[in-house]
């Protein structure tokens, strides 16, 4: 079994090869491998430590697809199935040369929304250090929301180290205020929360980084760390028995798509934790590999290695401790 483990559901993205073209226009596309939690996976594994990823596939073609990238990235497949009766889910998405693109869900009833509790039986926990949990699986169905819960209650029960990122899709839930009660209830139950200052706004009605901060830490005695996204700005640390800090974001020369950012935030952190690095170096990882990867198109091409890493600090002229 390895050090990291999450679930969810790939997304095999068309990403429009038309710089702002509406997606109803564009004719070409490219075809990549996402999926919020997947991206957090590849990332953890090219960065040097084994992972295990729990999700199901359809048995088409673009299951295939998944099956084939994510072993060769090298992230585990032990808990990855096959459903012969539905297909995997997938998204287009828009190229655009400002902002966030739009993206459009063809996954309602995929293979991954049938994925349920009683396959979690058999994910072995011993050897897992941290366990990644996003909002977005709870949110496909709800069989998926019920597996969830008890990979959740599990790992809580196995006092393993939770990160939750509430990574809300309204668009998948359908239902705002569930989304908000839902999403706030698992952050109950992690030990660090990583929220966007924008989903902050969402979530508790504020977007500054020390009120979203304060909201996590007062709803659960679980929770011991706080980092708030804040875009190009970096991020904001806060724990429980000491004063909140910013790391300040890296400067890029073009943003080539945001998506991804967000999960490269993630296991930039994850990682440094698994290092056993301070929580300000945690964050500035966080940073460089969300900076890394809005440079490329993809939702997880730009995630680094050690050496890709060390090369983006030296050329920064920073260093982690
Ligand atoms: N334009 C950018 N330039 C440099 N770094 C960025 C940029 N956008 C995002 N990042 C980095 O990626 C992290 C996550 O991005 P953000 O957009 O805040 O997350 P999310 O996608 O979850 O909303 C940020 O905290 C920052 O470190
Ligand atoms: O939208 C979904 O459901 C997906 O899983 C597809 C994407 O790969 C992630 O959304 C990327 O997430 P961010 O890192 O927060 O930009």
Do not use: C
Not at 270 to 287: C, H, P, Q, V, Y
């Amino acid at each position: 079994m390895s050090e990291f483990l999450t679930i969810g559901e790939p997304v095999v993205t068309f990403m429009s090869k038309d710089a702002d073209a509406s997606l109803i226009d564009t004719i070409n596309y490219f075809k990549l491998l996402g999926g919020a939690e997947l991206n957090v996976a590849i990332g953890v594994q090219r960065l040097g430590h084994t992972t295990e990823y729990v999700s199901r596939l359809g048995a088409d073609p673009l299951g295939g697809y998944a099956k084939k990238q994510i072993l060769e990235h090298g992230v585990g497949t032990t808990f990855v199935t096959e459903d012969a009766d539905n297909w995997t889910g997938f998204q287009l998405k828009q190229m655009v040369t400002t902002g966030d693109p739009q993206t459009f869900n063809y996954r309602t009833g995929s293979a991954a929304a049938h994925l349920s509790a009683d396959v979690l039986d058999d994910v072995k926990l011993d050897d897992v250090k941290i366990a990644h949990m996003s909002g977005i699986f709870p949110a496909l169905s709800e069989t998926s929301n019920k597996a969830f819960r008890h990979l959740m209650d599990r790992l809580v029960a196995a006092d393993k180290l939770i990160t939750f990122d509430p990574n809300l899709r309204p668009a998948l839930w359908n239902d705002d205020a569930r989304m908000i009660r839902e999403i706030n209830e698992f952050a109950k139950s992690a030990d660090i929360i990583l929220p966007g200052s924008n989903e902050g706004k969402i979530l508790m009605g504020s977007e500054d980084p020390k009120d979203i901060a304060d909201f996590y830490l007062n709803q659960s005695e679980r929770t011991k760390v706080v980092i708030v996204k804040v875009g190009p700005a970096g991020a904001y640390v806060q724990t429980r028995d000491a004063e909140g800090f910013m790391v300040p974001g890296f400067k890029v020369a073009k943003v080539v798509d945001t998506v991804g950012a967000g999960d490269g935030f993630a296991l930039g952190v994850i990682t440094a934790l698994l290092e056993d690095k301070s929580l300000r170096a945690a964050a500035m990882r966080g940073n460089a590999v969300g900076a890394l990867q809005v440079q490329t198109p993809g939702d997880n091409d730009g995630y680094p290695t050690p050496a890709q890493l060390a090369a983006f600090y030296a050329a920064e002229g920073v260093s982690e401790d």
